[in-house]
């Protein structure tokens, strides 16, 4: 299903481009600096992959070891890594619009299930945003229910927005 994509290791020559994606895919209100990714890629340099489509980037995948309930906060430059980690982060996920559908997103999650699997993380975390939420229930996320730190975490990624973990890697992730 996912052949109309190819899908590779994130490198600091494709932050431009994954740039683009995310404010096509999330709009300008969510726009992240490069800064922001670039700590990802130092401190997870394999925990970020792009979706290609004809040789242009048109999806991405970050993510990072983190520790806890609490998210980083959006837009936040990630100076180090707690100690003993034991969540992997999955900092943003996004598809250019018209590429969406097609499998790409699935493609990137596969290989950051790989990932969890292999730094032995089990539990995974993420913010959904807008309508995302479904995407996530089905493969397996539960919303946390907020407390004050949480919502005063979650407020700046707009309404609706929701931590959500899930505990245990799939059964596709185990094989
Ligand atoms: C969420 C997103 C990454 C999905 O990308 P995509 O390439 O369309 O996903 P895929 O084609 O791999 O779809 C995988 C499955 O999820 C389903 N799906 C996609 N979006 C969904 C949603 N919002 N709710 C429920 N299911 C959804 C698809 O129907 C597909 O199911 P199928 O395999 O049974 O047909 C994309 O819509 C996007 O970039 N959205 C904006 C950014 C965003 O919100 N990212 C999440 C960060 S929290």
Same mark, same amino acid.
């Given at each position: 299903?996912?052949?109309?994509?190819?899908?590779?290791? %994130?490198?600091?020559?494709?932050?431009?481009?994954?740039?683009? #994606?995310?404010?096509?895919?999330?709009?300008?209100?969510?726009? /992240?600096?490069?800064?922001?990714?670039?700590?990802?890629?130092?401190?997870?340099?394999?925990? +970020?992959?792009? %979706?290609?489509?004809?040789?242009? #980037?048109?999806?991405?995948?970050?993510?990072?070891?983190?520790?806890?309930?609490?998210?980083?906060?959006?837009? =936040?430059? #990630?100076?180090?890594?707690?100690?003993? =980690?034991?969540?992997?982060?999955?900092?943003?996920?996004?598809?250019?619009?018209? /590429?969406?559908?097609?499998? +790409?997103?699935?493609?990137?999650?596969?290989?950051?299930?790989?990932?969890?699997?292999?730094?032995?993380?089990?539990?995974?975390?993420? #913010?959904?945003?807008?309508?995302?939420?479904?995407?996530?229930? *089905?493969?397996?996320?539960?919303?946390?229910?907020?407390?004050?730190?949480?919502?005063?975490?979650?407020?700046?990624?707009?309404?609706?927005? +929701?931590?959500?973990?899930?505990? *245990?890697?799939?059964?596709?992730?185990?094989?």
């Amino acid at each position: 299903m996912h052949d109309r994509f190819a899908f590779r290791p %994130a490198h600091r020559s494709d932050l431009p481009a994954v740039l683009a #994606v995310q404010r096509q895919a999330h709009g300008d209100a969510f726009q /992240e600096n490069a800064e922001v990714f670039e700590s990802r890629l130092e401190f997870a340099p394999d925990a +970020a992959w792009v %979706a290609e489509r004809e040789g242009l #980037v048109v999806g991405y995948l970050f993510a990072h070891p983190w520790k806890g309930r609490t998210p980083p906060a959006l837009n =936040c430059v #990630v100076e180090a890594l707690p100690a003993d =980690c034991d969540t992997a982060y999955l900092h943003d996920l996004a598809v250019l619009p018209g /590429e969406r559908g097609g499998g +790409a997103a699935m493609g990137l999650f596969e290989r950051f299930e790989r990932w969890c699997r292999a730094k032995g993380l089990g539990r995974s975390m993420l #913010v959904a945003v807008g309508a995302a939420g479904g995407f996530w229930s *089905r493969l397996g996320f539960e919303r946390l229910p907020d407390d004050a730190a949480l919502a005063a975490k979650l407020s700046p990624y707009g309404a609706g927005a +929701a931590c959500m973990v899930r505990a *245990r890697l799939s059964e596709g992730a185990k094989s």
